[in-house]
């Protein structure tokens, strides 16, 4: 027992703690307005069964037509006042309603925008968004339950309130002597007959609530599977263009149709076996009610036979029973789906739950003009969250002040990893990055970030418009970010863009938006990060879209492209790491060498020697035509 209260406890807050969520995304609104709306739904019915047994009591009793005539004129006015405000109410829920989904998908992506980064990087993070977004799209569980659900809860809460106000006179009513089976119904005992029924009846609503809980939580897992299997088969893959071609080509038309019936089957499979099992619990909870109204029957027509209430009373209060029998099994089956709720409710707090780890320090950077920027990794060694291996170890470097440096190695021995643990993407395991002699972590985080213009491999340009994209703000210096373009060799390209620096890259937010080519995007990238003038430069394979001539231009510009700032560039092409002072060469997570092209060059058993005698023919070949044309 006391197992069961501390979990109805913890049930219960984690509820709370789901409302008050929905008050804080400023859904609160919405949800009184929807309490508003169903409150009158519920009381409608009430009021008019109220009026008809005084009007049918008058037609039996004194037939007074004055008194007749005011029942009937109050009888429609309230209703019509109940209907004006019940579609007023709906018209305020619906324009609030209009940003649910929107307000609901704010919360995921404030989440994803300010969770660490090696957060954003785990898949699993990214799973189980994707199963909570899943639940909210496709079945409106999770928060959206908690604003939906409100329909019913208060129509059932009040449907049942005001029914038990109004059936009070009932049960004042009795006889003292039941002699016969009439006035047994019209006695105190027929009250606590009909008082027992009706517990049993709210304990038989009770338990079908908790099987329907029951059976709809055990359903979430399938229900995700389903969900995404119907997500892959008729959304993602109709919308990929790119399927026609493979699927002609491989002769795949009849595998895909196998397993789009297959999916269907297990998706219908599934649906069935939720709708038999609810079916049937619905079925014994929803019988309730006219097992009730005919115990009500028997005891208000005993009550009217015996003359204790008129006729009116006999449709008043068998009308107003059966309506708290109907509005104790919405309330039920109501709080019965909210509790059910809570297993979506618990993983999406999971997830808002993820706690930075990530120290943000509160030093201020040094505003430098002269960019002094002295930056250097002490020992730094580093293994990705929930892995054994080290992507990174003992590395040494210092990154002298404007200097340009060249990162290369094979795919996989830590150059990325090293620009992440520069940029604050990750904090290093062991050992430690200092900027002008102190610890990286010390430094408030934003203002560290400041000091890098980045350009990673997978880079992300939004569908904005160009100059915006650019500058990376809605308001810029136009010159400035024409100079970027010029610079990252876009200037042609910006000739010929329909308005200039105000068109849209892509269609996504206009129509005559601009489709830019993988090599165009890369450019404007470089724009991006050139247009921020932070002290430091770090080019990620930034060519890696790039056609070998526009590769071959942006390594060429590259001494002029970072000025005076400290750049590092990561590349898969040797040859262009000629440009650079040093060029620091990792193998298997170490940094192996360093030194000028000529200096590493002459140690003939290097690691660096072999990378370059694996290009030189290539490039020798190829950049004798690009320069010859
Ligand atoms: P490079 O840039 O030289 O190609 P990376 O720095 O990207 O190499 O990767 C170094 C090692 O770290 C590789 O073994 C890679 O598989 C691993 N790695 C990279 N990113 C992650 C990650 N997010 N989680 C786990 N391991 C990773």
Redesign the pocket.
């Known amino acids: 027992m006391k197992q069961f209260w501390h979990k109805l406890k913890d049930e219960c807050a984690l509820l709370l703690r789901g409302y008050r969520l929905v008050f804080q995304i400023g859904k609160g609104k919405e949800l009184l307005l929807q309490a508003g709306q169903s409150a009158l739904t519920a009381l409608s019915p009430l009021i008019t069964l109220y009026f008809s047994g005084q009007i049918i009591d008058e037609l039996a009793g004194a037939r007074d037509s004055r008194h007749l005539l005011d029942l009937a004129a109050l009888t429609v006015s309230v209703n019509l006042v109940l209907l004006l405000l019940k579609n007023f109410l709906n018209r305020k829920r619906e324009a609030d309603a209009s940003t649910t989904w929107s307000d609901v998908y704010m919360v995921f992506a404030r989440k994803l925008l300010s969770m660490d980064y090696e957060h954003v990087?785990d898949v699993r993070v990214h799973e189980r968004l994707d199963q909570i977004k899943q639940l909210h799209n496709w079945s409106g569980n999770g928060l959206l339950r908690l604003i939906y659900n409100m329909n019913e809860l208060a129509e059932g809460f009040v449907g049942a309130a005001s029914s038990i106000a109004l059936s009070i006179g009932l049960f004042s009513l009795t006889v003292g002597n039941p002699a016969g089976a009439a006035e047994l119904f019209a006695s105190h005992w027929g009250t606590a007959l009909l008082a027992l029924l009706l517990l049993i009846c709210l304990m038989v609503f009770f338990i079908c609530s908790k099987i329907e809980a029951k059976t709809m939580g055990s359903m979430a897992e399938p229900m995700t599977l389903g969900n995404r299997l119907f997500r892959y088969f008729y959304w993602t893959l109709p919308n990929d263009h790119k399927l026609g071609k493979d699927v002609r080509l491989y002769g795949e038309r009849k595998l895909l149709r196998e397993e789009m019936e297959e999916a269907g089957n297990f998706i219908y499979r599934f649906f069935r076996k939720v709708a038999l099992k609810l079916g049937s619990v619905e079925a014994v909870s929803a019988s309730m009610p006219y097992l009730m109204s005919l115990f009500v029957y028997l005891v208000v027509l005993s009550k009217a036979y015996l003359g204790l209430i008129g006729i009116g009373g006999v449709v008043t209060y068998v009308g107003a029973v059966n309506r708290f029998a109907t509005g104790c099994q919405k309330l039920f089956h109501g709080l019965s789906e909210l509790f059910a709720n809570n297993l979506h409710l618990r993983r999406l707090f999971e997830f808002l739950d993820l706690h930075n780890e990530k120290y943000n320090g509160t030093l201020p950077t040094e505003k430098r003009d002269d960019g002094e920027y002295l930056i250097e990794f002490h020992d730094v060694s580093f293994r990705?969250p929930n892995?054994e291996?080290y992507?990174l170890r003992h590395l040494n470097l210092k990154l002298k002040i404007g200097e340009r440096l060249a990162v290369v190695?094979?795919?996989?021995?830590?150059?990325?990893?090293?620009i992440k643990l520069l940029c604050r993407l990750y904090d290093p395991t062991e050992g430690c990055i200092t900027l002008n002699g102190i610890d990286i972590q010390k430094y408030n985080y934003q203002e560290y970030l400041d000091l890098f213009s980045v350009v990673f491999q997978d880079f992300h340009l939004f569908s904005f418009e160009l100059g915006q994209s650019v500058a990376a703000s809605m308001s810029y210096d136009e010159q400035r970010v024409r100079n970027s373009l010029k610079e990252a060799g876009l200037e042609e390209r910006l000739a010929q863009m329909p308005h200039s620096l105000h068109t849209y890259l892509n269609k996504d937010f206009d129509e005559e938006g601009v489709e830019v080519s993988g090599g165009e995007t890369q450019k404007i990238a470089i724009a991006r990060a050139l247009y921020k003038d932070a002290p430091f430069l770090v080019l990620d394979e930034p060519t890696a879209a790039l056609d070998p001539v526009s590769e071959f231009e942006v390594y060429r510009k590259f001494s002029k492209i970072s000025g005076n700032k400290t750049s590092v560039c990561?590349s898969h092409r040797l040859s262009s790491c000629r440009f650079c002072d040093r060029i620091a060469v990792?193998q298997k997570?170490e940094l192996v060498q360093i030194g000028s092209h000529d200096d590493l060059l002459q140690e003939e058993s290097s690691h660096y020697h072999a990378l370059w005698d694996a290009q030189a023919q290539y490039y020798d070949e190829e950049e004798s035509h690009l320069l010859l044309g």
């Not at 795919?411 to 990893?417: I, L, V, W």
């Open positions: 990087e990705y892995t291996t992507a190695g094979r795919n996989g021995s830590g150059k990325t990893t090293m990561i990792f997570g």
